[in-house]
């Protein structure tokens, strides 16, 4: 089993679609994930950080299921400019402070129409 | 411009050759790593740097990768005698000083071509 995995993609929605990523993740002693966004060769950025059950800015919200090794992306009211490339992150270190190396997903693919 | 930087941001190389790349992170993160990103995949892990310290490998960095940081400021990242397989996107990240460790940023990639 892979460390992280994300829906292989993409995705293809129309302007204000309200679209979901699923991403697992095998190690259960894992304390913090992220979401990054990665644009068309560009660098991923940070999107969101997820520590406890959830996390919600403007039209993303992050959900955690600890039980589940679980976390999803949701992304309301999409725009043309949230197409990109999603990656779901499980750093590998205790969170906060000893700062490891990050474990990512192949991302998700995001293609919002007009 | 403070955030991370890398340079060069293309280099094309024949197989055999070697290639260095450098990246200067953010002033105030004492922890740089290097990924490595191929078409369709998320970046995985490199190496990583504590101050001047290399604390992690990974079994991806085979003997032909070598990278420093003499002053625990800018690294680092050759690679000897090219093959077509290292052919990729080389992103350099840092964390640390007032953000949480675990918060990477990246800087704009170097992207090899091995031919």
């Known amino acids: 089993r892979k460390e992280v995995e994300q829906d292989p993609g993409p995705f293809n929605v129309p302007e204000g679609a309200t679209v979901a990523f699923n991403c697992t993740y095998s190690?259960?002693?894992?304390?913090?994930f992220f979401w990054y966004r990665q644009d068309c060769r560009k660098e991923p950025k940070l999107l969101m950080s997820v520590y406890s059950s959830g996390n919600e800015d403007g039209r993303f919200t992050a959900q955690l299921n600890r039980a589940s090794q679980y976390i999803s992306l949701l992304i309301r009211d999409s725009k043309l400019s949230d197409s990109a490339t999603y990656l779901c992150v499980v750093p590998l270190g205790p969170i906060y402070n000893q700062g490891g190396k990050l474990i990512f997903g192949q991302g998700t693919e995001l293609s919002v129409k007009p | 411009d403070t955030g991370v930087s890398q340079d060069p941001r293309h280099k094309i190389t024949k197989r055999g050759q070697n290639v260095t790349f450098r990246c200067d992170p953010i002033?105030?993160?004492?922890?740089l790593y290097w990924y490595r990103q191929t078409l369709g995949q998320g970046p995985e892990f490199l190496t990583y740097?504590?101050?001047?310290?290399?604390?992690?490998k990974s079994r991806l960095l085979s003997d032909r990768f070598s990278a420093e940081r003499p002053k625990g400021s800018f690294s680092t990242l050759e690679i000897q005698r090219t093959e077509q397989g290292d052919s990729a996107m080389y992103l350099c990240?840092?964390?640390?000083?007032?953000?949480?460790?675990?918060?990477?940023?990246f800087g704009p990639g170097t992207r090899l071509t091995v031919l």
């Open positions: 740097f504590q101050n001047e310290a290399q604390l992690e």
């Open positions: 990240a840092s964390s640390g000083g007032r953000s949480s460790y675990n918060e990477q940023f």
């Open positions: 002033s105030e993160h004492n922890r």
């Open positions: 190690n259960s002693a894992s304390q913090s």
